[in-house]
């Protein structure tokens, strides 16, 4: 029986001074289903995924003296097939044992891959990256219920191949004002993504999938908020008939209309597939 502990939630690190007064740091890679939580984010009154990874980190270490902090937030219901987050500790590590203690002690939806020793200095919010995200989705017929943490499904007919037209139309420097939700007066709506393209699923099987399931598969720098998801979204409108090629194409010049986007697509199919840290 494992000794019951008294959770007290650790604020977000501040690299200004916090981050100073401990020994060592590490990258621990990991894997989540996100369909149960909140996002990573903490927050009041509501499960996330930081809070449980460092609920189950009191675990292995049998005390609280430590920090966490997450290469960048997830909307509700996201997953992850590579996260990485940041441990600011006082002792050194055993990589395999702290592995393997991790995995015990945290909920079967997340699970530990490695861990990689990085200087005190290292930040992993502000140092070079690139975030490849996968938003998959089938139409056609209802999907089993057991797809829906990872699938959405649409019983209407897509237009695959004109949504594969109009996924290019994103790739490269682009304006994204409208592919943003809350943004600040310093947001920078002037991005770049590497890839963008939608591809049949081959990835994932499972006897309760759909016989047939497909991705964007979206790749970058940075990331706006919600600018995936509703990139999807207008994909999922051009697919419908509801927009055309030349629509997507103004609505991300530099003189779009800057007009808010009438939705956005269902976050229980985005996941962050992978996290790529440049010159580590």
Known sequence: MQKKLIFTPILTLDFTNSHMKYSYTYLVS?????????????????????????????????????????????????????YIFQLFINESIDGTDFISKLNSNIPPDFKALHVKSVATNFNIIQHPKIKEYLYFFSFGEKNHPFAAPLIVGFDDNLDIEMMKKGAVLFQGEHYFQKYCTQPSEKTIFKRTIDCCEITENTIYTANFFPRKSYYLRVKGSGFLRYQIRLMMYMLFELGKGKVSLEQIKQSIQEDNDRKPLQGVAPASGLQLYSVELKKL
Not at 41 to 47: H, L
């Open 30 to 82: 990991m894997q989540f289903l996100g369909f149960r939580f909140h996002g990573w984010q903490k927050q009041t009154n509501a499960k996330t995924l930081h809070d449980m990874v460092d609920k189950s980190l009191s675990f292995v270490f049998n005390h609280f003296n430590y920090k966490t902090l997450g290469v960048g937030r997830t909307d509700a219901k996201v997953s992850a097939n590579h």
